[in-house]
């Protein structure tokens, strides 16, 4: 078994809490010198945030502001504590997106993970994300040199390269992709070349049961975990393989789609990320990826909680009838009514023609009182169907677009 990474990772729940009680208002006050989160925090006190229900009533970041602050006021919108030339790194992502990095520390915080996946001195990383424009490549780069391994900077393709370099300095760990692996080792059986990898970390992509067992097969244990370029690491696999366990730098919510409402444990939801990294504080911010928390404690010691990782995409505005529909409008039909639980909207085809039907967890006796409702706030008529609490799946769906167009 592992060890641990830091102390932080076997603290109570008790001393979690009280140690965010501290780091909360700090954040806060720090984060409201990044001229964006200041007007998005004017009205809000810093010293009444100590809670994680404390911090569920602030303002929900998306993507979509960041990009449009950015195009404002770029290169970062307005959400760094620092100006761009005080940073080491500024990089492009697609859309295009700019995001910081610093060299200083782990920045991003892969270390964790890196540790967790038996990663250390004495390893070679054989580092298989982009270096070019996009953080990913030095994200783990950092990660590697905070567990004090040596690092090959392979980057991307070339193939025959990647297995010449894999086997004229004996790598012991891949990073990168999860399908890129299979094509190194793959190309490295054509070239009669055996390959030293022990260890694979893994994120940016699936990691289906199949390929995990393919690599096992070869002798590579490999591990994904959960980051993005503005939060760095959100959760990663340990040992148990029992979920994610969340990182220790970011405090993380499952919310109902379209809303900033904490769902019910290991009910569905959109995965929001609050960091507190003084540089870059992203507050609430919504990842538009889906999960769900896992109850109780990993058997591999760590204490915070865990979720299931990646189980699909939050937004799922569809367009019906030629008009847009909108997680924000489902929850929103939902909140003018008490006494309905949860909502879901199907779209289907009859014949030549869209069809809308819309699903209400209720009690109540029948359908017609809901239809002006569903009209206003959907700005469209459709079937409204009454179903029993508890009936409508858990996958975090609140629109189903079951339209074939093949």
């Known amino acids: ?119 250390g001195r004495g390893d070679i990383v054989q580092n298989c994300f982009g270096y ?71 994120s940016g992509g699936a990691l289906f049961p199949s390929l995990r067992q393919d690599y096992a097969d070869r002798g590579i244990v490999t591990r994904q975990c959960y980051a993005t370029a503005d939060l760095g690491l959100i959760a990663y696999e340990t040992e148990a393989l029992d979920g994610m366990v969340v990182d220790e730098g970011v405090i993380v919510e499952i919310v109902r789609p379209g809303t900033g409402d904490p769902v019910p444990e290991g009910e569905v939801g959109e995965v929001l990320v609050t960091t507190l990294n003084p540089d870059y504080p992203l507050l609430r911010f919504a990842t538009g990826d889906l999960s769900a928390t896992i109850s109780g404690t990993s058997p591999c010691g760590r204490t915070n909680m865990r979720i299931k990782g990646w189980m699909g995409r939050a937004d799922q505005t569809t367009k019906i009838k030629g008009m847009f529909v909108r997680p924000e409008q489902v929850a929103a039909l939902v909140a003018r009514h008490p006494e309905i639980a949860r909502a879901r909207v199907i779209a289907e085809r009859d014949g030549e023609m869209d069809v809308m039907t819309v699903q209400l967890e209720s009690t109540a006796d029948g359908p017609d009182a809901y239809a002006a409702s569903v009209a206003d706030t959907l700005k469209l008529k459709g079937r409204v169907q009454i179903v029993p609490p508890g009936s409508l799946p858990n996958d975090g769906k609140v629109i189903e677009d079951r339209r074939h167009y093949d």
């Open 1 to 119: 078994m592992t060890s641990h990474y830091d102390d932080l990772e076997t603290r109570s729940p008790d001393a979690r809490e009280a140690a965010l009680a501290a780091e909360l208002p700090v954040a806060l006050n720090r984060a409201k010198t990044a001229p964006a989160l200041a007007r998005l925090l004017r009205e809000v006190d810093p010293a009444g945030v100590t809670d994680r229900a404390a911090l569920a009533r602030l303002p929900v970041i998306r993507k979509a502001e960041l990009f449009e602050a950015q195009k404002k006021a770029p290169p970062f919108g307005g959400y760094t504590t620092r100006r761009a030339a005080e940073f080491d790194h500024v990089f492009q992502s697609p859309g295009p997106i700019y995001e910081p990095g610093r060299r200083e520390g782990d920045w991003w915080r892969l270390g964790r993970f890196m540790h967790a996946s038996g990663v």
């Open 132 to 202: 070019h424009l996009t953080p990913a490549g030095m994200m783990f780069d950092s990660a590697a040199r905070a567990v004090d391994a040596a690092v090959l900077p392979a980057g991307t393709g070339q193939t025959d390269l990647q297995v010449r370099a894999a086997v004229d300095i004996g790598t012991t760990c891949y990073a990168g992709t999860p399908d890129f692996l299979k094509v190194i080792l793959d190309r490295a059986d054509g070239m009669g070349e055996r390959l030293g990898f022990t260890r694979a970390v893994v």
